[in-house]
């Protein structure tokens, strides 16, 4: 079973829309990490949050950790084609900087 | 300031033959890791280094792969001998971290093929 559960598994949005991307934990989390993947390619860093209740933003996009730290979403506000891509959410649950993995929401912005 | 450097990019070869693969951390950085990611899937650690110490390699199928990093800086991933369950992409990280939370620092990986 994953650890990690995403949600949806793939999102298909008309550019300008505004789209949420969940990722939740049965246990507690000491931090989660936002990652984004282009096919082929590494994973480029996009946020960590540590905090119960945690908000960060970036550009068009907020990632936010629940006061439990069981739970966060990241929300894309007037997508882009630029923003396709995979987006993985990662957790470290033991303060090791040992991360487990998502399986990955892959979205496609279409014009 | 250059990031983490893997070659090759891509490696096709026939099951039960060996591969290996490179990775170059960023400068300084004293933790590396390798995931492998399956197609579909979220990568998975399969080993830490702390410096040129193993950190973790609980994941680490011990009977066909092993990775060294003896100078504590560059380190090879081997596979030996190869199955067709081990077509992955191979991904190298790095970070500033031996506590607490740091950024990891991911290179472009390794396609390999296994036929």
């Known amino acids: 079973s994953q650890e990690l559960e995403q949600s949806p598994q793939s999102l298909i949005v008309q550019e300008g829309k505004n789209l949420t991307i969940n990722c939740t934990s049965s246990k507690t989390l000491y931090g989660l990490y936002w990652y984004k993947q282009k096919y082929g390619e590494g994973l480029i860093f996009l946020m960590m949050l540590q905090k119960g209740g945690e908000e960060k933003s970036h550009e068009k996009i907020t990632a936010k950790l629940d006061e439990k730290k069981q739970q966060s979403s990241l929300h894309i506000t007037a997508s882009q084609p630029s923003h396709a891509g995979i987006y993985l959410c990662?957790?470290?649950?033991?303060?090791?900087?040992?991360?487990?993995f998502g399986t990955g929401t892959r979205l496609q912005v279409f014009p | 300031e250059a990031g983490v450097a893997q070659s090759p990019r891509y490696k096709i070869i026939e099951k039960r033959q060996s591969v290996a693969f490179w990775c170059n951390p960023i400068?300084?950085?004293?933790?590396l890791y390798w995931y492998q990611q399956i197609l579909g899937q979220g990568p998975k650690l399969l080993i830490q280094f702390q410096n040129n110490g193993v950190v973790d390699d609980s994941q680490l199928p011990k009977d066909r792969f092993s990775a060294e990093r003896l100078k504590g800086v560059d380190s090879t991933l081997k596979i030996q001998p190869a199955k067709l369950e081990d077509s992955a992409v191979y991904l190298c990280?790095?970070?500033?971290?031996?506590?607490?939370?740091?950024?990891?620092?991911f290179g472009p990986g390794t396609r390999l093929t296994v036929t």
């Open positions: 990662g957790a470290d649950r033991y303060n090791t900087d040992k991360l487990i």
């Open positions: 400068s300084g950085h004293a933790t």
């Open positions: 990280a790095s970070s500033l971290g031996v506590a607490g939370i740091y950024e990891q620092y």
